[in-house]
């Protein structure tokens, strides 16, 4: 059974073109004009009163018709006899079906929509002017996007049949292209490609290939693959293989702890028996989490544990501060679900002001922020490289509920991390997670209160910002809820 564990949402670069061109019909004569040539042909020369009674025209039309045919260059009159023309002739021996067929050119005009990276026919309806908190894909090739009118008139010249496909024209199998006159750039936008990773029970991970609509050819689907795959192997780290361990020991994880090898974690035993038995190896108020917390299931898994553990609090108690610390990933939250799990998360709190961004800083000055709904109290922090590598992710709300996250790497899968780990509502856990939280986001770190300053090209954040801040401990029972900021910072 394969499961989502992560969606990523890429954008390619596209511009829309308007090209002048000529093209060739390939069109059949009148009903008439044709049975009559058929008819010489099949006699190779017919004298005129002849047709004119086996058509049944009169004088006067027999005459029309003569004349039209002459104009064509169809037939050669001589003394009271017709034949057909070579030039006749040899429309019937280029045509596949036995019939005369014969061009002409016409005026075409087509606004045509290219990605830039193989400059294939896109959709560029509705498509967005800006590629928001999406991955890019940015053209490898700079002179060739430099010379995109002169590109674009190749890749018209090469998808023509597909273009006319795309555009419902009627009679496309009778059209070709002559020649292009004129190519003129205009707007430019992007198209969102979302891919969508899935994991089985044997640990295997597969993804779908990017959907670049029904215009586009095989190679372009696989050359952008390919970019695809470039840029995740690029983020491989094998050296993250023993993180489930350490993850497992500070979260007094058992269940995790059971299914650790010496290389690393038995992804088909921990799969198997974790996500695909029929009973829980968690102790009630703890469920595993297999996946980004932004995918479906696991969104309204926390959700609904949020809900339950809100509505159970003494005396009606609510949080007013929650908080969700984001790994350092330059591909995490890069889709719109993020942003949906965040305004999903918020309203079970119950105040959708109440969950604050916690991002790595390295995320901004990548330009790379996740695609979430950001409270104005973001803070960003610095990863401290020693203790968990920038893979760990929290989401916290204090005191009733946290999850905890490893992001851990595939074997045989470079640059594919997938988050593992619970959602508690074990007051014990709860407050490690705080005390996790304090550990790698605040004390000492770099932390600033959003949007951070920016000068030479490399962001200013407050060191120490928070450091002055008294820290509140968890402690179940009637006293409710208790935030994990003492006072409100000031910047």
């Given at each position: ?64 018709l003569l004349a039209d045919l002459e104009q064509q260059r169809l037939i050669d009159v001589t003394d009271d006899a017709i034949a057909l023309t070579q030039y006749a002739i040899s429309h ?239 591909t995490w939250g890069r889709t719109i679900e993020a942003a949906n799990a965040f305004e999903s998360f918020a309203r079970s709190i119950g105040h959708v002001t109440a969950l604050h961004s916690i991002l790595p800083s390295s995320l901004i000055q990548a330009g790379a922020k996740p695609n979430m709904t950001l409270s104005p109290r973001t803070l ?112």
């Open positions: 059974m394969k499961r989502e564990v992560d969606r990523i949402t890429y954008s390619i670069p596209a511009r829309t073109f308007f090209i002048e061109s000529y093209v060739s019909k390939n069109e059949r004569l009148p009903v008439v004009t044709e049975f009559a040539v058929r008819i010489v042909r099949i006699v190779r020369e017919m004298p005129i009163l002849t047709l004119r009674a086996f058509l049944g025209l009169s004088e006067q039309e027999t005459a029309s019937f021996e280029e045509s596949s079906d036995e019939l005369p067929r014969f061009s002409s050119i016409e005026k075409r005009s087509d606004r045509v929509d290219f990605e830039l990276l193989t400059f294939c026919p896109v959709n560029g309806r509705d498509a967005p002017k800006h590629p928001g908190r999406t991955i890019v894909l940015e053209p490898t090739d700079g002179q060739a996007l430099a010379q995109s009118n002169l590109r674009a008139e190749k890749a018209y010249q090469d998808h023509f049949d597909r273009i006319l496909r795309s555009k419902d024209v009627r009679d496309r199998k009778r059209t070709d292209l002559y020649k292009v006159t004129s190519v003129e750039a205009d707007r430019s936008f992007y198209i969102p490609v979302s891919i969508k990773i899935d994991l089985d029970e044997s640990g295997t991970y597969s993804r779908n290939p990017p959907d670049l609509g029904p215009a586009a050819p095989p190679e372009s689907i696989d050359e952008v693959d390919s970019l695809i795959s470039d840029g995740l192997r690029a983020r491989s780290d094998s050296s993250l293989s023993d993180l489930p361990m350490r993850f497992s020991e500070h979260f007094e994880d058992k269940v995790l702890a059971q299914f650790m090898l010496k290389n690393g974690l038995n992804w088909p035993a921990y799969l198997a028996s974790v996500y695909e038995g029929s009973r829980s190896l968690y102790a009630e108020g703890t469920y595993p989490v297999l996946g980004n917390l932004y995918v479906e299931r696991n969104r309204d898994l926390v959700s609904q544990q949020i809900r339950d553990a809100m509505a159970a609090a003494p005396g009606g108690k609510q949080c007013t501060n929650a908080f969700w610390m984001a790994p350092d990933s330059s960003y922090y610095a990863p401290p490289e020693a203790a968990w590598k920038g893979r760990l992710e929290l989401l916290l709300v204090p005191p009733f509920i946290a999850v905890c996250l490893i992001h851990v790497p595939l074997p045989d899968a470079p640059g594919i991390n997938v988050p593992i780990g619970f959602v508690t509502r074990d007051p014990r856990r709860v407050e490690i997670a705080r005390q996790t939280l304090i550990e790698n986001a605040c004390g000492n770190r770099f932390v600033a209160v959003s949007p951070p300053r920016s000068k030479g090209g490399r962001v200013q954040v407050a060191d120490e910002v928070y450091l002055g801040l008294q820290y509140v401990p968890i402690v179940a029972g009637p006293a409710g809820c208790q935030t994990l900021f003492a006072k409100t910072p000031t910047t």
